[in-house]
């Protein structure tokens, strides 16, 4: 039963017990002494005995006075306490003392009857005592209605404390101490506690109701409390009186383990015991130590310097990576140095500078340089020099950040410090600047190429206007160049390039500009300079340094080179119009000889653009259809027969009229016209010469003359093969003819697409050979079929003992290898009987008829005298 209610009882049983000493029998018992008879006459009332009558009757009007207001305040109590005392309880307190009261009142006439005898002083004295006693009784009423108060305000007291714990989100334990018999009142022999209030959320969290563990033993509902240690701690509060406050790993059987955060304080004899379940909060912390372990880590590993300042700029944290960079130990910066000691001071200077102008305010010089764009909130991310304790110095990239608190200065946070992470960059700066440098210099010798020299160029222009000066542009071509390359390969062509590059800059001045444009040529800008004439001795001073002999390896070679030259502002005004007519010009030192110097003329201005409208009308000419194939008879030298045709290409301009193919092929190698242009040659060729041999009613050969531009064509052989097979020509009535420089390439992909042509049954054959440079390995080397003898030596072979000997040797050496071989510019009888005479198996020219379009190659046929060339082949043999 709860101590506030066994106060109650007390009280109830106490007031009555009280009641029954302090007043006697009722009135008319007392009386009966004094001469008051039983049926209540007053015959014997009279001196002493009428003082103790009086007397009598305030004792009894005390006792029926005290006993209305202790059932009164019963009743109130019962009142107050209505929640939780039982209403039957109340009912039962109040019958009790009302039985009680009754029976003192019979006691009354059973007690002080059989003492009448003894006289009214006896009376007088026990009516006295009564008052007094009575008197007494409602002296101690003040005291118990205090008594009373009390008790409702520890019922109020105990009300909120139910309602606090009941409410509370923590579970709230009341535990009694429990000791052992030997010496009860020793707190040193507690030997285990037992629950004596739980509030809600303690039921939830060891997982029972109140009705099962009020009065349990805590070692028998939490047997872990023993070996935890948690038993002996709450004995240490019982008997110190020391509150205790820790965290504690909890298991319950059945259930996982969680953390919960414990206070236990001493309440009486035990102990008051507040947890609270913080398994998620360690969890988090624990999450958080991760965190901060890893990022910690990170740091620690990081393969990038990482600095932090104060927001003064003083180091406070260094990570290894940033010893190993800066050569500084973490001791030598933080907490002694500003973060500026690593910077150079120049750049720092002007990077306020640059700073003030972006901000629009002034910014000092030193640590504020760093963090005046971190202080607003954004990441600086900048090159910077480091300088290290050595004194060396490295580029890196630095990004500097303000690291900020939760809270304070507005919405971001108070700036804490600042954090600079930086990474060496000084190998790919010296990359860039290397990229950079190959993106305007020429990787081979090292000069500036078209992208430099058009800045040059520029800059050079820009300073003539300012200062009235002339600026002279020389375009530099090395002779035969391409003969050199194609013979000794391309390592001494390389090789040359270099060496000539040098000659070209001993040659000039070093303020002058020597770039290289690709290939062999070379530019020379000289700028600033009196008159023309110093432009020329530049010039001839040029062709001096490199008509020098070129050692390349263990060869000694002597190479020339045609320049060309135009002035700014006399002939050009711009970049474009400069380089434009230097060509021009070079193009005229190479006609008038080579290894010499053209000046550019305005005379020249229309020729030049004559040339591009020459040009531009071949763009045309394809389109337009002014281009034709002509078609020359190849004729047997054994039977007089006619074997083939060589398709001939023509332009007929529609002002200039027909122009030859000397003028015109060698503008389309250069512009690129020749692959669209050959191709519309091969397709042709193959339709018309289908065409040819369904109206003679024979097979013909069809030789196609290709130049190298168009043989280094990847789709070349499924070009030829789509040719043939729209035009359904047999592939054994097609042969390609190549120069030898095609031949002597001697590239992978040469020799793939002959192997390709081979494959589709074309034939191949060698034009104009002797003037070239191919060596007889070459034609061991890739399979041909016919070798074409140039007609520079033909023509002169019947009068010409050194051409005669040449086409003799040529002769012998193709039947030798097994090869037919056919002469060009057959134009006489006495050519063709050489030729006789020399078994060559072939012959082509005028002297059996001149290109003629495909409509007219049925007259031609007509006129060969095929009779006569076989008598003459008889009589000779």
């Known amino acids: 039963m709860p101590s506030r209610t066994r106060l109650i009882v007390s009280f109830a049983l106490f007031a009555p017990t009280a009641l029954i000493v302090l007043t006697g029998p009722g009135p008319i018992a007392a009386l009966r002494p004094f001469g008051v008879t039983g049926d209540g006459s007053w015959a014997g009332l009279t001196g002493l005995g009428g003082r103790a009558v009086t007397l009598s009757l305030i004792a009894d009007g005390l006792a029926w006075l005290t006993c209305l207001v202790a059932c009164l305040l019963i009743l ?15 009912s039962y307190i109040l019958g009790l003392f009302l039985m009680c009261f009754g029976v003192q009142r019979v006691m009354g006439y059973a007690l002080w009857g059989p003492l009448q005898w003894m006289g009214p002083d006896l009376q007088m004295i026990r009516a006295s005592v009564s008052v007094v006693v009575a008197m007494s009784a409602a002296v101690l009423f003040p005291y118990a209605r205090a008594m009373i108060r009390a008790v409702v305000a ?50 939830r969290r060891l997982g029972r109701t109140r009705k099962q563990l009020l009065g349990r033993s805590l070692i028998e509902v939490v047997p872990f409390v023993v070996s935890s240690g948690l038993l002996e701690l709450y004995k240490q509060v019982v008997i110190s009186g020391a509150p205790f406050s820790d965290e504690h790993m909890m298991q319950l059987e059945g259930a996982e383990p969680y953390w919960i955060a414990m206070q236990v304080v001493k309440l009486g004899d035990g102990v008051a015991v507040t947890n609270r379940d913080v398994t998620e909060e360690h969890a988090r912390l624990h999450q958080i130590a991760d965190m901060n372990e890893f990022t ?148 081979l010798t090292g000069l500036p190429n078209r992208v430099l020299l058009d800045d040059r160029m520029r800059q050079a222009i820009q300073r003539a206007k300012r200062n009235r000066h002339k600026v002279a542009v020389f375009m530099v071509d090395i ?24 000659k070209l800059c001993s040659a000039v001045r070093q303020t002058d500009t020597v770039a290289r444009m690709g290939g062999d040529e070379f530019v020379i800008v000289m700028p600033e300079f009196r008159d023309q004439r110093d432009a020329e001795r530049c010039a001839e001073v040029i062709l001096q340094k490199v008509a020098t002999p070129t050692m390349l ?103 200039r009229g027909p122009i030859a193919p000397a003028q015109f092929i060698p503008l389309a190698e250069v512009t690129g016209l020749i692959v669209p242009i050959g191709e519309w040659a091969i397709r042709t060729a193959c339709h018309e010469g289908k065409e040819l041999q369904d109206r003679l009613g024979r097979e013909l050969l069809i030789a196609v003359n290709l130049s190298p531009r168009q043989f280094r064509q990847k789709n070349l052989a499924s070009l030829v093969e789509t040719a043939l097979r729209e035009a359904g020509l047999p592939a054994r009535c097609l042969e390609i003819e190549i120069t030898e420089q095609t031949l002597m390439s001697n590239s992978a992909a040469t020799k793939e697409t002959l192997t390709q042509l081979r494959a589709l049954g074309v034939k191949i054959a060698i034009d104009d050979f002797g003037t070239g440079f191919a060596s007889f390995s070459y034609l061991l080397q890739y399979e041909v079929d ?25 002769i012998s050496m193709a039947h030798g290898l097994n090869l037919k071989v056919v002469a060009e510019g057959v134009e006489t009888f006495d050519q063709l009987s050489f030729l006789l005479r020399r078994r060559c198996d072939e012959a082509q020219g005028f002297y059996f008829g001149e290109p003629v379009p495909a409509a007219m190659v049925g007259e031609i046929t007509r006129s060969i005298t095929q009779p006569q060339i076989a008598e003459l082949a008889e009589a000779i043999g």
């Open 76 to 90: 109130r109590l019962a009142y107050v306490l209505r929640d939780r005392v039982p209403l039957g309880l109340t």
């Open 154 to 203: 520890a019922g109020k007291e105990h009300e909120m404390f139910v309602v606090a714990a009941e409410s509370s989100l923590d579970a709230f334990y009341i535990l009694e101490s429990v000791r052992d018999g030997a010496n009860k009142d020793d707190a040193k022999n507690i030997v285990d506690f037992r629950f004596f209030y739980v509030n809600a959320n303690g039921e």
């Open 296 to 443: 910690q880590s990170m740091i620690e590993n990081a393969p990038f310097s990482i600095i932090a300042t104060d927001p003064a700029g003083t180091v406070t944290a260094m990570n290894p990576a940033a010893e190993s960079l800066t050569f500084y130990r973490k001791h030598e910066l933080i907490g002694r140095h500003s973060m500026v000691m690593l910077h150079d001071s120049a750049e720092i200077s002007v990077r306020a500078v640059q700073l003030s102008k972006d901000l629009k305010r002034p910014v000092q010089a030193g640590f504020n340089s760093l963090i005046a764009k971190p202080k607003q909130g954004q990441t600086d991310e900048r090159e910077w020099t480091y300088v290290r304790k050595d004194g060396s110095r490295i580029w890196v990239n630095l990004a500097m950040t303000a690291l900020k608190t939760g809270g304070g200065e507005a919405e971001g946070g108070k700036i804490a410090g600042y954090l600079g992470i930086a990474f060496d960059i000084t190998e790919r700066k010296k990359l860039t600047e290397y990229v950079n440098h190959l993106a305007h210099h020429d990787q």
């Open 479 to 502: 002779d035969h160049f391409k003969r050199i390359n194609d013979s000794l390969g391309h390592a001494a062509g390389d090789s040359l390039l270099d060496a000539v590059a040098k």
């Open 553 to 655: 390896g263990d060869r000694e070679v002597n190479v020339t080179v045609s320049i060309g030259l135009c002035i700014f502002p006399d002939c050009a005004g711009d970049v474009d119009a400069l380089l434009r007519n230097a060509d021009a010009a070079l193009y005229e030192a190479k006609e008038g000889g080579r290894n010499s110097y053209h000046v550019f003329n305005k005379c020249m201005v229309e020729a030049t653009a004559d040339k591009l409208e020459f040009e531009q009308d071949l763009r045309h000419a394809l389109t337009n259809g002014e281009l034709t194939l002509h078609y020359q008879p190849q004729v047997s030298c054994v039977t007089g027969d006619l074997i083939g045709m060589e398709a001939l290409l023509r332009w007929t301009h529609p002002r």
């Open 786 to 810: 016919r070798l074409k003898i140039d007609r520079s030596f033909v023509e002169r072979s019947a009068e010409d003992p050194s051409a005669a000997a040449i086409v003799r040797a040529i």
